[in-house]
């Protein structure tokens, strides 16, 4: 895992210095605190110098191709996995953030076709399957990326991320210059890029859900922009762009394969030993992220049955509901892997989330993250530099309590007789029967109302100001997938709850130069899961059925079958009624450009009012919170 910065220029006469590369470089030590190096292009001679530091640069002072690199080493951590890395003329340079895991098979791929290697990195092999393969070499990849390819054969700057957006790749470009990088704050360091809001983004953030903050390529930072998930971008040597999507699941549509029951878990269990057996390779510790859910539980038995040798971290709150620890110790207990607890409180809330956004660079999408940010604070103790975590279970194979209704939904219009399964899924959740037309009253207004998951997560657009309400607010995503489960699925997959989970972990692990690697997220799994019908996925009132059948025998019946679902949470309600009420009252009654101007304020005294008698309000001072220290950090 790594930081990577860019600079391309499309005049002679605007150029980028060896001193503000440098700078936009180091700026993301954090991404990689083992190596860095910069290369500069001089115009006149199409010449590159290298460099490491600014002692090393005496031979140029500002190039119109720049490119910089901060290494985390966790393939081959000797020196030949130094970046920027170029084909031997110096015509090809790569910068390259995160890992391709079946960099081994693709390399015995290369060698058969005459390559020379002279590093076990998995970047040469990517250098290496762009020589040999062009653009074409990101659909052979699995893994998680962001790439940067200066090709001086064409003149062009190549970027490309992975499958589902897992690295993190920004861009501004203007009529002179094009500037990409790993984190907003690089691109911010250039003197001609202005730090301006995305007022639209921080209406959907304020007066919505979280879920409509990455649903598309915008950030907080107006003029900033995301290269797509899925995608590669050519950005020509005249100032033209290009964008090229290398994968799409819709497709997946038109490659089903008929296969008995037996036939379905056997394989979906081996694509899951797969994909964590190759998230398993490293030259450095690896560990995993356990929970007492069915996901990171499945990751760590799976792990444990592969290599036992590694060390599993659990955030543990210690209050009720929220409380786990009996889940962990049973997967602890039957794979005899190293532990550590961890004891997340409210006590730094405020002083850690300026600490958080000093790396997020934007809004936190919500409290779980603050979780993860402390328990991984405490993960950099051990020097774990890899960790292994459950994320994108719940959306390949509906692990999401509104997920039951989409399945009813599809029961009914295809005629099925659902009662069975809806009398099995409220006993199993120990739901009263006489809920039983509260339900089915819900089911019919999902099924008739296609702006219903829109409606529920815009309670809060009264508390914006009337100046905030011009903005357009983001509306139905669009799924390629007929079917009410397999649609909420897509879009939560690729647009409403993966994405914001993807930034904020990446950013938590970063700040401490952990990676980390997510098997379910392996494009193979989800090319799988998407094949299948509904039964695979809810079946006798409880989801996530078909993982639950491959882990038979792989880990304990206790968590397997286990009925609830917490979710990695925290009482986040309570903190802001006791320990830290005093400071957000004091947020409220300041002057500051968010009440101001972004949100009504009496409005936002009576939710306090509301919250502090009984409702629950979290969600809305969570993003109330965080949008007032960030302007705060940024603007102020």
């Known amino acids: 895992m790594c930081g990577i910065v860019g600079f391309c220029s499309y005049r002679s006469d605007k150029l980028i210095s060896k001193d503000m590369l440098y700078t936009m470089t180091n700026s993301m030590s954090h991404r990689g605190p083992d190596d860095s190096g910069c290369v500069l292009l001089e115009k006149e001679n199409n010449i590159f110098y290298p460099f490491k530091n600014m002692a090393d640069a005496t031979k140029i002072d500002s190039g119109i191709v720049g490119l910089g690199h901060r290494r985390l080493s966790i393939i081959d951590l000797s020196?030949?996995?130094?970046?920027?890395?170029?084909?031997?003329?110096?015509?090809?340079?790569?910068?390259?953030?995160?890992?391709?895991?079946?960099y081994i098979e693709l390399r015995e791929e290369l060698k058969d076709k005459g390559y020379k290697f002279n590093s076990t990195t998995d970047s040469e092999v990517v250098l290496k399957s762009y020589l040999e393969w062009g653009a074409d070499c990101f659909r052979r990849f699995n893994g998680m990326w962001a790439i940067g390819i200066y090709d001086?054969?064409?003149?062009?700057?190549?970027?490309?991320?992975?499958?589902?957006?897992?690295k993190p790749l920004y861009y501004f470009k203007n009529s002179d210059f094009l500037l990409f990088a790993s984190e907003i704050k690089a691109i911010l360091m250039h003197p001609a890029v202005s730090k301006a809001m995305n007022m639209k983004k921080v209406a959907d953030y304020a007066g919505r859900h979280y879920r409509y903050v990455d649903c598309d390529n915008e950030s907080f930072f107006k003029d900033i922009f995301q290269v797509p998930k899925s995608t590669y971008m050519i950005f020509q040597k005249t100032g033209d762009i290009s964008v090229h999507k290398y994968w799409?699941?819709?497709?997946?549509?038109?490659?089903?394969?008929?296969?008995?029951?037996?036939?379905?878990?056997?394989?979906?269990?081996?694509?899951l030993k797969d994909a964590v057996k190759i998230r398993l390779r490293s030259d450095v510790p690896v560990g995993c992220m356990l929970s007492g859910g069915l996901d990171s539980g499945s990751i760590t038995c799976v792990a444990a049955s592969q290599n036992n040798d590694f060390i599993t971290f659990s955030g543990i709150t210690g209050e009720g509901y929220y409380d786990e620890s009996e889940y962990i110790k049973e997967v602890i207990k039957h794979t005899g892997v190293k532990?550590?607890?961890?004891?997340?409180?409210?006590?730094?809330?405020?002083?850690?989330?300026?600490?958080?956004?000093?790396?997020?660079?934007?809004?936190?999408?919500?409290?779980?993250?603050?979780?993860?940010?402390?328990?991984?604070?405490?993960?950099?103790?051990?020097?774990?530099?890899?960790?292994?975590?459950?994320?994108?279970?719940?959306?390949?194979l509906a692990g999401y309590w509104d997920h039951y209704h989409y399945n009813f939904s599809d029961m009914r219009m295809n005629g099925e007789d659902d009662s069975g399964e809806f009398n099995l899924w409220l006993h199993n959740h120990n739901r009263p029967v006489n809920e039983y037309d509260r339900e089915r009253e819900y089911i019919e207004k999902l099924r008739n109302n296609s702006n219903m998951e829109v409606d529920k997560y815009s309670q809060y657009l009264s508390a914006l100001s009337p100046g905030m309400l011009q903005y357009p607010i983001s509306s139905?995503?669009?799924?390629?997938?007929?079917?009410?489960?397999?649609?909420r699925l897509y879009l939560e997959l690729f647009y409403e709850t993966v994405p914001p989970s993807l930034r904020a972990e990446d950013r938590n692990m970063m700040a401490f130069?952990?990676?980390n690697r997510l098997p379910f997220l392996d494009y193979r799994l989800a090319e799988f899961s998407f094949k299948l019908d509904n039964k695979y996925k809810i079946r006798d009132g409880l989801g996530k059925w078909l993982l639950r059948e491959a882990m038979k025998g792989i880990m304990p019946d206790k968590v397997r079958l286990r009925k609830d679902k917490?979710?990695?949470?925290?009482?986040?309600?309570?903190?802001?009624?006791?320990?830290?009420k005093k400071q957000l009252e004091d947020v409220i009654s300041s002057k500051s450009f968010m009440n101001t101007e972004v949100y009504s304020i009496n409005r936002v005294k009576d939710l306090f009012d509301e919250h502090m008698n009984g409702r629950n309000h979290y969600m809305f001072f969570w993003q109330y919170i965080n949008l007032n220290l960030w302007y705060e950090q940024y603007f102020k």
């Open 476 to 487: 139905i995503f669009y799924s390629p997938f007929k079917g009410d489960l397999v649609r």
């Open 152 to 166: 001086m054969r064409t003149g062009n700057i190549i970027l490309s991320r992975d499958r589902f957006g897992k």
């Open 248 to 271: 799409d699941l819709k497709e997946v549509l038109l490659l089903r394969v008929a296969m008995s029951e037996g036939e379905t878990v056997e394989q979906f269990r081996w694509l």
């Open 513 to 515: 130069s952990i990676e």
């Open 339 to 396: 532990s550590r607890f961890i004891y997340p409180d409210a006590s730094a809330l405020f002083p850690t989330l300026k600490e958080m956004l000093n790396f997020h660079d934007e809004p936190v999408c919500t409290v779980t993250w603050y979780l993860n940010y402390i328990i991984t604070r405490q993960i950099s103790q051990y020097h774990v530099p890899v960790v292994l975590t459950g994320h994108g279970g719940d959306e390949l």
């Open 79 to 102: 020196n030949r996995g130094h970046q920027p890395m170029s084909d031997e003329l110096n015509l090809v340079w790569l910068i390259y953030n995160g890992e391709v895991y079946n």
């Open 566 to 580: 917490t979710g990695f949470n925290a009482p986040f309600d309570e903190w802001i009624r006791n320990e830290n």
